[in-house]
């Protein structure tokens, strides 16, 4: 049987591969395409899927961020911040708060505004990154993303601490308010 995928769209993602010129077998995904010959995920890969719904099949990486701290980051988004639709993509020393880029302006309440939106649509943007410095204490920075239109992957440095606990819980709360611009 086919290795079969659905993402958060609910598009289904079908295992492909093809040889490479060298002869190495390449991996990918492929939308609603059930002819493949690929019956299950090679040893050493996983299914990848990024915040915006794009599937991959990427090699299995050590992650330095442990299930704490994602949970970590995970209750002071539930507890604080007034974003509810948002996603983590954890890399391997980073976690990302990918929250939904609403077409309505920030005086509209939150929830109605994810209320009206259907998935299959939504766009996700990296707003908040923090970053694993120094493995043996755990220390972590924070970043939020900026705008100002030079390059679309610029990060302004915000804070750093070895408790993530405080880092998060002073930086969510400003995801989806006027004044998360003002972080600085």
Sequence with gaps: MAVK??????????????????????????????????EEIPEGYEVYEHPNGRVFLTKTAKKGITKEEISIIENALDKLSPIRDYKLDVKQKSIYIFTYE????????????EALSDPKYKTYEAQLCFTLTDKKSRK?????????????????FLDASSNLKELAENYVQHLGKEEFFELV
């Design 102 to 113: 609403n077409p309505v302006s920030f005086n509209e309440i939150p929830a109605v505004v």
């Design 5 to 38: 995928y659905t993402n958060f769209r609910g598009d289904e993602y079908f295992l492909h591969m093809r040889k490479t010129s060298k002869g190495n077998p390449s991996y990918y995904f492929k939308k609603n395409d059930d002819n493949t010959s690929v």
């Design 140 to 156: 972590f920075q924070v970043e939020r993303r900026t705008y100002r239109g030079e390059k679309d992957d610029q990060w302004l």
